[in-house]
C-alpha cells in the first residue's frame, strides 16, 4: 500500500516546514481567533500549511488533502490516498513558547495510514514510520510500553478526561500527565516514554492521523474510545476520542464507560 519514497517526501516536507516554523517561534507571530470555538490560529500556521501544501501536492496531485488550516472539499473522498495534515498541533503552545508543538503529516488509503511523520523541530526529534516497516525516532526504531498494570501506568491526557463520568467504575489509579500537543502525546508513547494516552471528545483525523500509525508501527493499540480501529479520511474528519498505549491499551478501553 505505501507508495515509494512517499515516507521520504513527508521528511523533507517536515523539514522546510520546521525551518518556517522556527522562524516565528519566540518572534510575536501575529495570533486570531478562528470562529466556533476552535482555538487560535498564527500566521506560522499558515505559512507552513501554504509551503505543505506547495511541496506535498505538487509531488502528489492526485492525493487528496485534508488539512487544518485549508478550506475542506469533498474531492478528497474521490481519492486513492490522501494527505492528513496538521501544520502546527499545539498551537497554543507555540504561543506560549513551549518547545512541545508539532508538525503533523501523514498519509492514507482507504481508510488506513500508510506513512507518518511527527517533526517537533525545537527538540530535533523526528518520528516516523511507514505501514509494516516499524517506527522510528532520528532514525532509531522506538518501541511502546509492554506494562501490563494499569496502577503503575503514567498517562498522557488532559484533566477534564478523568472525570468519573466517562469511567464505568473508579478512575483507574494511573498517573496523569499532560502535553498540549496530541500528535506529541502519541509519539511519546510510541517511544515508550509514556505508557499511554487518551482524549475522550470528538478528535480532528489531522491531530492523530501520524500519530496513530506511528503508535501501532512501535507495537502499541490504538483505537478510539469504544475500542473500534479508527478509519481516517471521513466525510466528517473526527474520530470518537482516541485511545493508545503499549501493554495497557486494552485494559484502559475496558475501564471506560
Known sequence: MLVPKDLDLLLDAARAAGDIARGYFNA????????????????ADLHVNRQLSADLQSA???????SEE????????????????????????????????????????????T??????????????????????LNGTPINALPNKQIETATVLSSKPNINPKYWA???????????????????????????????????????????????????????DQKGLTPVFNNPHPQINGMVAAGGIHSKLVAALA
Open 115 to 136: 506513512a507518518a511523520v511527527i517533526y517537533l523541530p525545537m527538540r530535533d526529534a523526528m518520528y516516523t514510520a511507514a505501514l509494516g516497516q516499524g517506527a522510528a
Open 28 to 43: 510575536s507571530p501575529d495570533v486570531w481567533e478562528k470562529s466556533d470555538g476552535q482555538g487560535p490560529v498564527t500566521e
Open 169 to 223: 467504575g473508579a478512575v483507574p489509579p494511573f498517573k496523569r500527565t499532560f502535553r498540549s500537543s496530541l500528535a506529541y502525546r502519541l509519539a511519546l508513547v510510541a517511544e515508550g516514554q509514556f505508557d499511554g494516552m487518551l482524549t475522550l471528545r470528538p478528535t480532528w483525523e489531522w491531530d492523530v492521523a501520524a500519530g496513530a500509525l506511528i503508535v501501532t508501527e512501535a507495537g502499541g493499540g490504538v483505537s
Open 70 to 113: 485549508s478550506e475542506d472539499s469533498a474531492a478528497r473522498l474521490s481519492t486513492e490516498y490522501q494527505f492528513i495534515i496538521d501544520p502546527i498541533d499545539g498551537t497554543r503552545a507555540f504561543i506560549e513558547g513551549s518547545k512541545d508543538w508539532a508538525h503533523s503529516i501523514a498519509i492514507a488509503k482507504g481508510g488506513v495510514v
Open 60 to 66: 502528489r496531485p492526485n492525493y487528496g488533502w485534508l
